[in-house]
């Protein structure tokens, strides 16, 4: 006797309807309406899980971390930062693989809408602050947001690559993961470097600024008590002129 497959939720539902779709015609060419009929589903149904096309594809994004985070192991804790970083995005691949041709229209689509790429920039760059945690590598600091924006623009390059990539061993798309890794590991130390460097600087400017800001106040009351008026320092040299 075979085991039931579990019933999908009509969050999944939606999500499955919509990558079909866009696999299948550009995503300005598709609506809500035509998610929900190819979901199964009403309006309403739709209404009630998501407000709209792009947050159906950000339920998307957080299905495909989800797959590498619950993959995450410490097997390759001993290793360098790149290689932790490499293995966890091509497990990001092969979670995306299903949906190759989907994911290639959506981006020719960000593409052609400037808007539509600020949002998913966005989306990406919540996507990879977890692809770091994963391999161990923080996004905090000075240095995290550089990071991560310069993770997700090399992410780009590496899918540009990655669609047109017919290799099961997918060789082109890990040569570019490979390259640009390292061109980000390079261009990270140059930052950090500079941060080290302008620490003493920081330090010294918010030490002055503090000074200001304490003396100033301090140096009105010496001079204007606002109850008695001008002090005894500034009425004896009243008196002298």
């Given at each position: 006797?075979?085991?039931?497959?579990?019933?999908?939720?009509?969050?999944?539902?939606?999500?499955?309807?919509?990558?079909?779709?866009?696999?299948?015609?550009?995503?300005?060419?598709?609506?809500?309406?035509?998610?929900?009929?190819?979901?199964?589903?009403?309006?309403?149904?739709?209404?009630?899980?998501?407000?709209?096309?792009?947050?159906?594809?950000?339920?998307?994004?957080?299905?495909?971390?989800?797959?590498v985070l619950d993959g995450t192991t410490d097997d390759l804790a001993g290793e360098p930062a790149k290689?932790?970083?490499?293995?966890?995005?091509?497990?990001?691949?092969?979670?995306?693989?299903?949906?190759?041709?989907?994911?290639?229209?959506?981006?020719?689509?960000?593409?052609?809408?400037?808007?539509?790429?600020?949002?998913?920039?966005?989306?990406?760059?919540?996507?990879?602050?977890?692809?770091?945690?994963?391999?161990?590598?923080?996004?905090?600091?000075?240095?995290?947001?550089?990071?991560?924006?310069?993770?997700?623009?090399?992410?780009?390059?590496?899918?540009?690559?990655?669609?047109?990539?017919?290799?099961?061993?997918?060789?082109?798309?890990?040569?570019?993961?490979?390259?640009?890794?390292?061109?980000?590991?390079?261009?990270?130390?140059?930052?950090?470097?500079?941060?080290?460097?302008?620490?003493?600087?920081?330090?010294?400017?918010?030490?002055?600024?503090?000074?200001?800001?304490?003396?100033?106040?301090?140096?009105?009351?010496?001079?204007?008590?606002?109850?008695?008026?001008?002090?005894?320092?500034?009425?004896?040299?009243?008196h002298t002129l």
């Open positions: 006797m075979s085991e039931t497959q579990p019933s999908k939720s009509k969050r999944d539902t939606i999500v499955d309807a919509l990558m079909e779709l866009a696999a299948e015609r550009r995503w300005e060419e598709i609506s809500i309406h035509d998610v929900a009929v190819r979901a199964g589903l009403s309006l309403a149904d739709f209404r009630d899980q998501f407000p709209s096309k792009g947050a159906v594809l950000a339920a998307f994004s957080r299905r495909i971390d989800r797959a290689d932790r970083l490499f293995d966890v995005l091509i497990r990001r691949l092969d979670a995306m693989a299903p949906y190759r041709e989907a994911l290639r229209q959506i981006f020719e689509w960000a593409r052609r809408d400037p808007i539509s790429a600020t949002a998913l920039n966005s989306m990406a760059l919540n996507s990879m602050r977890f692809m770091l945690e994963a391999a161990d590598i923080s996004s905090e600091g000075a240095t995290g947001h550089i990071k991560l924006q310069g993770l997700v623009l090399a992410w780009t390059r590496i899918l540009d690559v990655w669609f047109d990539d017919e290799d099961t061993a997918l060789a082109r798309t890990m040569a570019a993961l490979d390259r640009e890794l390292s061109r980000g590991e390079m261009l990270v130390a140059r930052v950090e470097d500079v941060n080290r460097l302008a620490a003493p600087l920081r330090t010294l400017a918010r030490s002055v600024f503090n000074m200001a800001r304490t003396r100033g106040p301090r140096m009105r009351r010496d001079h204007f008590d606002e109850e008695t008026g001008p002090s005894d320092q500034d009425t004896r040299r009243t």
